[in-house]
């Protein structure tokens, strides 16, 4: 079946502008986790939802990031006023509600 | 908080080459742990787990064995091919409620020659 999509695969933005980045999870999938990737470094948590609503945002790096799921499927991540420190990949992940987690290709973000 | 080592990378071998990659963890409570797989130009796939002490997972030929008393889940082949040339990266999830967040370590890539 089909698995995690993420649109775009590349985003090239420059300093300041707003972006949005989104996840289409396996269907049927309660669990839906951002992750970002910098380079030469693993994944780090961002956001969790279960259902709607997010659950955890605790790896938020402050308030410029922000993430939606408003009908408990599709979700979006928005980053506002973007700066060069947040160029990474952005993963992002859905789980049935066990262990296992199944990720998406990823959006390489990369802010001029 | 919660934090893993994977040992310094890159790791280079011939082919049939026997493979170690260590992983160590830090984390409050009993964790599940993961291997996850990046090959090139793909996505992050989980490799094997281990949801308790002393259980060990296994897949393709790996294997890694959960060991509470030295907070360790080192990834081991016996003999590996070119194809699993990628990067790979240890992970936990300390499961609060039904948060299954990771936490991973830094990767490690491993080049298999032939």
């Known amino acids: 079946g089909a698995g995690v999509s993420q649109t775009p695969s590349n985003k090239v933005t420059e300093k300041g502008k707003y972006v949005e980045l989104r996840c289409d999870p396996i269907?049927?999938?309660?669990?839906l986790y951002w992750y970002r990737q910098s380079l030469g470094q693993g994944p780090e948590f961002l956001i969790y939802f279960q259902g709607t609503g997010a659950a955890d945002d605790s790896g938020l790096p402050n308030d410029r990031f922000f993430a939606v799921r408003p009908e408990g499927s599709v979700s979006t991540l928005k980053i506002q006023r973007t700066e060069r420190g947040d160029s990474a990949v952005y993963l992002c992940?859905?789980?049935?509600?066990?262990?296992?987690?199944?990720f998406g290709p990823g959006t390489r973000l990369t802010v001029l | 908080g919660n934090s893993v080592t994977q040992m310094e990378g890159p790791v280079t071998l011939s082919e049939e080459a026997f493979l170690t990659i260590n992983c160590t963890y830090t984390a409050t409570g009993y964790p599940s742990l993961f291997w996850y797989v990046q090959y090139p130009g793909e996505g992050l796939q989980l490799l094997l787990k281990?949801?308790?002490?002393?259980d060990k997972g296994s897949n393709k030929g790996f294997e890694a064995t959960y060991r509470k008393e030295t907070t360790s889940f080192h990834l081991e082949k016996g003999s590996v091919q070119v194809s699993d040339s990628a990067v790979y990266f240890c992970?936990?999830?300390?499961?609060?409620?039904?948060?299954?967040?990771?936490?991973f370590g830094k990767g490690i890539t491993l080049s298999v020659r032939p």
């Open positions: 992940a859905s789980s049935p509600g066990k262990d296992t987690q199944y």
């Open positions: 269907s049927g999938h309660t669990a």
């Open positions: 992970a936990l999830s300390d499961r609060t409620g039904a948060n299954s967040k990771l936490t």
């Open positions: 281990a949801t308790k002490a002393d």
